[in-house]
């Protein structure tokens, strides 16, 4: 799960590292709208989290008919959600982008990425979708070479489309979308097929397939307080954005590229959490919820230790780091006082994300959603307003000083309510 998630992340990266040679705007505009994609994609992600949960229990209680029962109305959820997804992609890309304050070159360039983006997330939507069947039913090997296999595949293509090798047109940012949406096109399919031809742990088929309003309501029940607690992550980052602009494009830039670094940084936490709330899901369907609390203990104390371990050399070579996405050396120096700033917060953020993960994954989703909603709108938030409108001296460091005390402040939280343990007795 930790390559898994490392090669999904990788997606933004890669854009970035080929428009970071198109210009400041082009580095700009892809950025903010790579953060109204994972606005969008973690809606479909929390919706799918009440899926994972329920197909956890199910394996966990030995009900591999329940499971794909479960599987099959994700299906349906992820093609109506898909149809109004590329509408908004149709009609709202601009009006989403001038939303944000930026420069007219910035809107050019980002509404494009954000419009193809869009358009394909139905292709994006199915690759989770039966990479998440998988996991949630133990298989976390086959997921992964689906990700190795589409993610060269987007690696190779990525640098023919934005400029123009070979007999490919130069197609600049839109090259940097379209070669997105091939890719995860390549990884739903080859989901899909492993899924329905039983190569991997759960079988689906459609087999006298029936819309079950019941269960598509339990899961999205489940799912909606996940979609909440994702959008809201991302919706902080983007209004962190609306804080970082008024301080010129070369900060929105540094931003930009300093989330991409970061969330590559953050991708071990992740899968440890993923992993954790699959084991806590099946072990509590199997009922054995002592074990399922060691296994997130566990989870929380290897991925400190592995951000540790990451963030020291990050943080003492940050600007040699920044140099692989930007040639600039202005940018690179503002990028590389962000990468320092938010390695701070990496000594809390492995405690955080696979606590709350693991609570998603055993079906309890509310308090993540409570704590989630706490921590940017009566912490991070608020921070970055009063750093920014009076110690005007810190200028756009005090946005970034604002992410480390939202961090710091979940990680307080979650602690507490997980150690309660109310979350054992949650029912799906």
């Known amino acids: 799960m930790v390559v898994s998630g490392t090669l999904n992340m990788m997606g933004p990266t890669i854009d970035m590292i080929w428009v970071g040679r198109l210009g400041e705007a082009s580095i700009a505009g892809v950025g903010i709208s790579t953060m109204v994609v994972q606005l969008v994609n973690s809606s479909v992600t929390g919706l799918f989290m009440g899926m994972r949960a329920m197909i956890a229990r199910l394996v966990g209680a030995g009900d591999p008919d329940g499971a794909n029962h479960v599987a099959r109305q994700a299906f349906v959820v992820s093609i109506a959600f898909s149809l109004v997804v590329a509408a908004i992609g149709i009609f709202l890309a601009e009006q989403i982008l001038f939303l944000f304050g930026v420069a007219p070159d910035v809107v050019s360039e980002g509404a494009v990425y954000l419009r193809i983006n869009f358009i394909g997330m139905v292709t994006m939507s199915f690759r989770m979708m039966s990479e998440a069947t998988m996991n949630a039913s133990g298989d976390t090997i086959r997921p992964m070479r689906i990700a190795i296999a589409f993610r060269v595949f987007h690696v190779a293509l990525a640098p023919f489309l934005v400029f123009g090798v070979w007999v490919f047109p130069r197609l600049g940012v839109s090259g940097a979308a379209v070669t997105n949406v091939f890719s995860q096109a390549l990884g739903a399919g080859l989901g899909f097929w492993l899924l329905f031809s039983g190569r991997t742990r759960l079988r689906m088929t459609m087999r006298n397939f029936r819309f079950d309003p019941k269960t598509t309501w339990r899961m999205v029940k489940i799912g909606i307080p996940a979609s909440i607690t994702n959008m809201e992550r991302t919706f902080g980052q983007l209004l962190l954005m609306w804080f970082v602009v008024p301080f010129g494009t070369l900060a929105v830039a540094a931003h930009s590229v ?104 055993v079906g309890d989703t509310f308090p993540v959603m409570v704590v989630t909603l706490l921590g940017m709108w009566a912490v991070q938030v608020p921070t970055a307003f009063l750093l920014t409108r009076f110690v005007p001296s810190l200028g756009v460091y005090g946005v970034w000083w604002a992410i480390v005390s939202g961090v710091f402040a979940r990680a307080i939280i979650y602690t507490l309510y997980f150690r309660r343990g109310s979350w054992k007795a949650r029912r799906v």
């Open 258 to 361: 300093g989330q991409r670094i970061d969330n590559f940084v953050h991708n071990p936490s992740m899968a440890f959490g993923q992993a954790s709330g699959v084991l806590g899901g099946q072990n509590l369907g199997a009922r054995q919820p002592e074990r399922a609390a060691r296994t997130a203990w566990t989870g929380g104390g290897i991925v400190t230790c592995i951000l540790v371990l990451i963030s020291v050399p990050m943080f003492i070579w940050a600007q040699s780091v920044a140099s692989i996405f930007t040639p600039k050396p202005e940018l690179q120096e503002l990028t590389g006082v962000f990468i320092r700033i938010v390695a701070v917060g990496n000594l809390f953020f492995g405690l955080v994300i696979v606590l709350s993960q693991t609570l998603n994954g």
